[in-house]
Nanobody
Framework: QVRLVESGGGLVQPGGSLRLSCAAS???????MNWYRQAPGKERELVAG????????NYADSVKGRFTISRDNAKKTVNLEMNSLKAEDTAVYYC??????????WGLGTQVTVSS
């Protein structure tokens, strides 16, 4: 089992920035790391994804140019740098890890609130 723990969420004003981090117990057998988000009453949305080789697989259209996903294999972390935040970015952000044989792992999420 892969354990994922998110951190870095909080309250920020519109136009501000936050950096989310996801610490993984291991990167072994993980092919892709992703960030998802879910706002109250809305479906879960894929925000960004990155492969084990550091290739970007996805950026949601709504975050392109504002968010950056990266990973640090030595620290076994994946990060999401969020800039120019908007109220629409308010959501619980979840770290997700995809592994072989259809296995998928999730963190418990971290709240991001963008409000003036």
């Amino acid at each position: 089992q892969v354990r994922l723990v998110e951190s870095g969420g909080g309250l920020v004003q519109p136009g501000g920035s936050l950096r989310l981090s996801c610490a993984a117990s291991t990167f072994t057998s993980i092919t892709t790391m992703n960030w998802y988000r879910q706002a109250p009453g809305k479906e879960r949305e894929l925000v960004a994804g990155i492969t084990s080789a550091g290739e970007i697989t996805n950026y949601a259209d709504s975050v392109k140019g504002r968010f950056t996903i990266s990973r640090d294999n030595a620290k076994k972390t994946v990060n999401l740098e969020m800039n120019s935040l908007k109220a629409e970015d308010t959501a619980v952000y979840y770290c997700n890890a995809r592994a072989n044989w259809g296995r998928s792992y999730w963190g418990l999420g971290t709240q991001v609130t963008v409000s003036s």
